[in-house]
């Protein structure tokens, strides 16, 4: 508050001596330390005033080579990854091409862990946590990074397929926070798991290849939605329309086998041809269903977004935006004095609840397993590890949108452009729910910020009284650890597509490393 005050007062005194001169005295005392005239503070110094003016980032760079490679490695990534357990098996194999390993490889062959080296854990397929182990003892605290890889979508039901009228449909009940009206007349795609009752786990992924239909909700013609029209945003597509279509041809069934059947034929004869590809393709029955996890998600390709090619445009960015660049901050990093940690937690965005999710004591399992590897675990150093850690909770911010700027206080919004969102605060209202991070931390972020060259902006989610969010910040600084929100802006948060930075992404990159370098 009081800096934003002081950037005013200097405003303010622009425009009234609106001169070259004075304005240039002005900043040259500044930058000297010198007295200012008539006494008003200015500003300490010129990297300080450029941060508050919140300079575009790509003005820094005369060849953004390094930024558009970056994105193009992210825009493949989220191709690819679009679930939870995908993206745990993406980073895993990543992690062990870099050289680490499993706890458990760890613990087999009675390794002490020491400086340099690289162990991960992970839960269920969605949930990983990797650490590099630092030079000072892990009582010392770690500097994690962490960011959460699951996202909004539709989930398919237990008892999902069903035939209506010749049409095959999967009835689907939606995870997080989404307008219900979006994904409707959306090409959609199938991503998850079928566990089989001897054993096995079948791998499935239906709509994404050109070869193979994609999937999708209807939605009523405007011709006929006179009604429709007349309801509520929230209630325009309710939850137990979000259907999905996935068939509309009848199974034939063969004439030696008519006349077992009384009418000739099946009694859901499309719903049965669903279930005889199902089969064939992926070896699943009916019943397959029930031990299921399958979740509907936009198909096909992250894209370049804007005629200068200067944003992407992906499903899922909330928060895989901030989980691949956090990931590729810890890889291939050199030895670091406190321990890094990169970790990618699942559920946040149903309140981070369940076994994977931040509420679990997966993490805090995952420390004590690292402790006991690099000896001289107790349950008090294991306190003192989570207390004197720093942390960047790598989550994303709302970007200002000039198509709806009265939900922001433009002062303390995040734009496109100016780098890492931080958040010293989200949650509601009074604050309500919040981790509200402490001063002396986020002034020590600011410092490896700028000494990294990695453009940042203190940000809000929105106008006060506007509605309000949360990440896993808050419950990491339960432990008693330093933490606050850092990630990427985004426009249509939590739609089906939505969009980001290119250099807003590398600029967190930058940020991140330096932070698990220099925290
Ligand atoms: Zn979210």
Known sequence: MAVLQRNKIFINFNKFFSTFFVENLWKLCG?????????????????????MENTNAWLKYDNPKPVMDFA?????????????????????????????????????????????????????????????????????????L??????????????????????ALLDTHYYG???????????????????????????????????????????????????????KGNKIVEGEALNIL???????????????????????????????????????????????????VPAGAAKNYGLDNSMIMAYGQD?????????????????????????????????????TGMHSRFFENAVAEVYDLCGGYSELSLRR????????????????????????????????????????FTGSRGKSGSNDSNAEFVAKVRKIFDDADASFQLCELGKVDQGGGGTIAYIMANYGMNVIDSGVGVLNMHAPWEITSKVDIYESFKGYRAFLINA
């Open 246 to 296: 996935v068939g509309s041809i009848p199974l034939k069934v063969p004439a030696s086998a008519k006349a077992a059947s009384k009418d000739g034929q099946k009694k859901n004869p499309v719903k049965e041809n669903i279930l005889k590809i199902l089969k064939k393709k992926y070896g699943i029955d009916e019943a397959d269903f029930l031990s299921a996890e399958l979740e509907a």
């Open 319 to 355: 928060d895989k935006v901030c989980a691949y660049p956090s990931w590729r901050a810890i890889q291939g990093l050199p030895k670091t004095d406190r321990t890094a940690v990169c970790l990618l937690v699942d559920k946040e965005e149903i309140g981070s609840v369940g076994a």
């Open 146 to 167: 962490g960011a959460h890889i699951d996202s909004p979508r539709l989930d398919i039901k237990q008892n999902p397929l069903y035939e209506d009228n010749g049409l």
């Open 385 to 424: 590890a989570l207390a004197n850690s720093n942390m960047l909770s790598s989550d994303v911010s709302a970007a200002f949108d000039p198509n709806y700027p009265d939900v922001m206080d433009k002062k303390n919004a995040c734009f496109f452009c100016k780098g890492i969102a931080l958040n010293k």
């Open 72 to 144: 193009e490695d992210y825009r493949k990534f989220i191709s690819q990854n679009k679930i939870e357990r995908e993206c745990a098996a993406f980073f895993i194999e990543r992690a062990r091409e870099d050289g680490y390993i499993s706890i458990e490889e760890a613990k087999k062959a009675k390794k002490k862990l020491k400086a340099g080296d690289k162990v991960y854990a992970s839960a269920m397929g969605k949930i990983v946590a990797f650490f590099q182990i630092g030079k000072k003892p892990l009582e010392a605290g770690m500097n994690i």
């Open 177 to 231: 926070g989404i307008k219900k009206y979006q994904w409707v007349t959306l090409p959609l795609a199938l991503h998850g798991v079928v566990a089989k009752k001897d054993g096995t786990v079948v791998k499935v992924v239906i709509g994404e290849d050109e070869s193979e239909g994609v999937l999708g909700v209807s939605d009523l013609l405007i011709h006929l939605s006179a009604d429709q029209l007349e309801k």
């Open 31 to 51: 930058f000297f330390g010198l007295a200012t005239p008539f006494g008003i503070p200015t500003v300490p110094r010129l990297r300080y005033y450029n941060c």
